[in-house]
């Protein structure tokens, strides 16, 4: 193996964007991380993820309807 020295570009996941807190971590397709949006709502702070209407939603491998 040749002795070259490690770059972020090359173990970087190019395909998916991983949004992370301390409570939650989420992976979305790198196409489609400019529409999430951070957003205040009655002095709450939420993360919103807007979803097409054919949007499939599993929370632990069960599915959501």
């Not at 196409?31 to 097409?52: A, C, Q, W």
């Amino acid at each position: 193996m040749d002795e070259k020295p490690m770059k972020a570009i090359n173990i970087v996941d190019k395909k998916t964007t991983k949004i992370k807190t301390p409570d939650v971590e989420i992976k979305i397709d790198v196409e489609h991380s400019s529409n999430i949006e951070k957003r205040k709502i009655d002095s709450v702070t939420y993360l919103l993820v807007p979803l097409s209407v054919t949007s499939d939603i599993e929370i632990d491998g069960i599915r959501i309807n």
